[in-house]
């Protein structure tokens, strides 16, 4: 079975692609970073760290890659070859590399069918991924793809930090792992025991978003504004834990509302998640974590979205509230996204600023919360 796997970064290399290899797959990794795709080429496996109470190693073999731009062929061809494209290369570029899948899609035998799933933080990512790839695509062409790729849309659970490491391809996971695909879409099988196939994803990714998501956004922008270095650091605060539970316990709310999970399970759930980000062994940087704060505070995501659903529902949060205006304070040099954030802010104000960003209207009972957090 062969694999293409846009984006050989933490999560790539750390979590799908090290499953992926393991369930049998050769994987060819495709990214921009020409350094990781040499370093694959060269050794042909690289070593994951799993950050337990005792740390392990093993070997992800099989393994190949191939650069994105320089390799554009090569790109085409190896879609044209797989049985599954998969991607984990951050939500926004995705529409960068949708034209690259859309070539060698439609360049494929009409007989083989092909699996395609985005791994990235967002609620159905793979729909997005679609709708560029047919972008690119002419209606014939589309209607070709449509009888051959199967598009299921997945939710990707692990802690893959940033490592400091003379290695370019070492990779530090946390042990817990948990990759959720959408069945109704797979054209065939995936072939990933590791992987829970479920009929419908919409209650997974969201627990998935509004648990995991939420919680670590709120641990890293309140550990921020306070000067923490690490998320593990931040929740040592005696203010930043009781924020992180309580802005779990509204979208706990919110989840309960939606989808009527069990009260105590999401409560066990969200234990378990708040163990899994003090995590002794890992070194997860608050700026990892909060990067990119304008997509994190996009109306579909982590923060505004729960926070709007209490609203909703005529509940007035606080916690989610206080982290989306800790989240406003974001900066730091290099994220592209939290300088425009603060020259927004600058510019605006903190209300018209989320209100741009979040595509609220400045009346909204979000936005006046936030001008009252702002004139305290
Ligand atoms: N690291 C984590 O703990 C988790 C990350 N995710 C999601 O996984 C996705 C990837 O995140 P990470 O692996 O952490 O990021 P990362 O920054 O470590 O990896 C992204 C990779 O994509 C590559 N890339 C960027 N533009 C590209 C292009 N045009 N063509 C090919 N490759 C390109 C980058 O060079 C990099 O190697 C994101 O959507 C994130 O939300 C999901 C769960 C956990
Ligand atoms: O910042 P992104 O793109 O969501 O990806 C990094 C994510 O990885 C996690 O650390 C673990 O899933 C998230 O909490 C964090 O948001």
């Not at 495709?30 to 042909?44: F, P, S, Y």
Request: aromatic share 6%.
């Amino acid at each position: 079975m062969k694999a293409v796997h846009f984006g050989a970064g933490n999560i790539g290399r750390g979590f799908i692609g090290a499953l992926l290899s393991y369930a049998g797959y050769s994987v060819t990794f495709v990214d921009v970073n020409e350094h990781v795709i040499d370093a694959l080429n060269k050794r042909g496996q690289y070593t994951v760290t799993v950050a337990g109470e005792k740390k392990e190693t093993f070997e992800v073999k099989n393994v190949e890659g191939i650069h994105s731009v320089e390799g554009e062929s090569a790109v085409m061809t190896a879609v044209k070859q797989a049985d599954l494209v998969t991607t984990a290369v951050g939500p926004n570029v995705l529409q960068h590399i949708a034209p690259a899948i859309a070539k060698g899609l439609s360049r494929r035998d009409s007989q083989q069918k092909v699996n395609v799933i985005a791994c990235e933080n967002a609620v159905r990512a793979t729909s997005e991924l679609k709708k560029e790839i047919f972008a690119s695509l002419t209606p014939e062409e589309g209607e070709e793809v449509e009888g051959i790729a199967g598009f299921a849309d997945a939710a990707v659970d692990r802690i893959v930090p940033n490592v400091q490491s003379s290695d370019v391809l070492a990779v530090t996971v946390e042990p817990f792992y948990e990759w959720v695909v959408e069945g109704s879409s797979l054209k065939n099988s995936l072939g990933v025991d590791e992987a829970l196939v479920v009929d419908d994803l919409d209650p997974y990714i969201e627990r998935k978003l509004f648990t995991v998501n939420t919680g670590h956004a709120a641990a890293a922008y309140a550990g921020f504004r306070e000067g923490y270095k690490t998320i593990r650091e931040a929740l040592v605060d005696d203010e930043i834990k009781p924020l992180v539970r309580a802005a779990l316990n509204e979208t706990k709310e919110v989840l309960i509302e939606k989808y009527g999970f069990n009260m105590e399970e999401q409560e066990t759930y969200i234990d378990k998640i708040i163990t899994r980000f003090q995590n002794p062994n890992i070194e997860d940087l608050v700026e990892r974590v909060g990067r990119g704060p304008i997509r994190k505070l996009g109306a579909h995501e982590r923060l505004v979205k729960p926070a709007c659903m209490l609203y909703d529902i005529g509940k007035h949060p606080q916690a989610l509230p206080q982290t989306i205006f800790h989240a406003l304070h974001f900066h730091v040099q290099g994220d592209e996204e939290s300088e425009r954030l603060q020259e927004m802010i600058q510019t605006n104000g903190y209300g018209p600023a989320l209100a741009a960003v979040a595509n609220l209207e400045e009346s909204h009972p979000l936005i006046q919360q936030i001008e009252m957090l702002a004139n305290r």
